[in-house]
């Protein structure tokens, strides 16, 4: 298992931005595939980004597409999202999930594909 923390949340007005982070401690992060949820208030969890293990392939919903970056530093146990031209629409708890998948060749973009959570981080965006 590998822990996951997230961080960098909060409250941004419509075309703001936000970077936030994922830390990982516990096991070898850069074995795992990463990726970006997020659940608004009586919406379901929905994929935001996903990255595999080494940054060569990424994956992004189409709501985010040209707004949203997903990175990662291996060296450093961290992923991140670089969060763009933010809409009001994007406000939600973002959760980092990882997905010990160093042999797949794409990026999971389902929950149930990824066995490790963090807690969240909540991101507002005012109009």
């Known amino acids: 298992q590998v822990q996951l923390l997230e961080s960098g949340g909060g409250l941004v007005h419509t075309g703001g931005s936000l970077r936030l982070s994922c830390a990982a401690s516990?096991?070898?992060?850069?074995?795992?595939?990463m990726g970006w949820f997020r659940q608004a208030p009586g919406k379901e969890r929905e994929f935001v980004a996903g990255?595999?293990?080494?940054?060569?392939?990424?994956s992004y919903a189409d709501s985010v597409k040209g707004r949203f970056t997903i990175s990662r530093d291996n060296a450093k146990n961290t992923g991140y999202l670089q969060m763009n031209s933010l809409k009001p629409e994007d406000t939600a708890d973002y959760y980092c999930?990882?997905?010990?998948?160093?042999?797949?060749?794409?990026?999971?973009?389902?929950?149930?594909?990824?066995?490790?959570w963090g807690r969240g981080t909540q991101v507002t965006v005012s109009s």
């Open positions: 516990g096991r070898t992060f850069s074995n795992y595939a």
């Open positions: 990255i595999n293990w080494s940054g060569s392939i990424t």
């Open positions: 999930a990882a997905k010990n998948a160093r042999a797949l060749v794409y990026v999971p973009v389902k929950d149930h594909e990824y066995d490790n």
